[in-house]
């Protein structure tokens, strides 16, 4: 009892460090989504392609998909445009975008330049069916399984390394 | 020379007076109510929901754009008469817990909740068990010097 109390501080001094060294190794940007496991939220917006297009989520129907949060003022999308359309080339998901909070003749004008990886875009100049996603900063990827499920969603710029680790998972 | 300087400081304090009731009227023209229960229950709801982009502030605190949205959307919401739980049930719907300061009672936040008890249980026997040990060691003592005492005592009949 006595040695036990004299290690005592040196044992609780141990363990907080450990803790508060193993809080240090989250990754702090990425919130989870409370999304995962649901259906993709319903929705009422134009095509960026076509402002007399209506869509809704029944045109998100080929899966397995990845839905893509994107916008001509966020840089981090432009550093990750050339996997998405390496993405396009090479595998057999379908890429749809959602493009955020911007102006369509911009938007339209970047895809022309750089290429465009997706199907459609939908255009959310509000913001709206962002704030149904949870989206909290651009860019952001959702994964629709072949269920037609959300399995994933990654905050920051998609790279091959995440696309390995947390998309590829999915889709077997 | 002096009345003019203190005129001069006078006039300016009123200027920044007159600035400062401008920008009042202007940030209540950005969320206009009906009501000023409303009001108030807006601006207590935005103390209370966490910005998800900044995190270490509050949506009132935040100017990042997702905050500047769900600042609108709980406006929306107020105006549309929801209830406090209903906006809360809204945002954790689609943010998740995270976006409460204040964590539900669940099974992944007990650690957060019961842990700060725990470790004042803890902490009180550490000093009772010192406690008991110090006495102990009093105690000792006393009986030893009685001891001595009384050797002393016999030895010198």
Redesign the interface.
Known sequence: ??KF?HI?PLVIFMFLILALFSFLQRD?NQ?????IDKNFPEFNLTKLENKNVVLTKGDISNFPAIVNVWATWCITCRIEHPFLLELKQESKINIYGLNY?DNRQKALNLLERDGNPFEFSIFDKE?SL????????APETFLINADGIIKTRHVGALTPEVWDKKFVIHLK | MKTVIFSIILLLSQVIASLEAENLEVGKELYPFESHDSEVRFNRLLEDYRCPKCQSSNLAGSNAPIAMDLKLEIYRLVRAGKKDSEITEFLTQRYGDFILYKPPFQSSTYVLWIGPFVLLFLAMLLVLAFKRNQQNKGADRNIAELKRQLEFDQSNK
Do not use: H, P, R, T
Not at chain 1, 31 to 35: A, F, G, K
């Open positions: 009892m006595k109390v005592a702090n919130l989870n989504s409370v999304l909070k913001g962002a704030i149904d996603l949870g989206v909290y900063g």
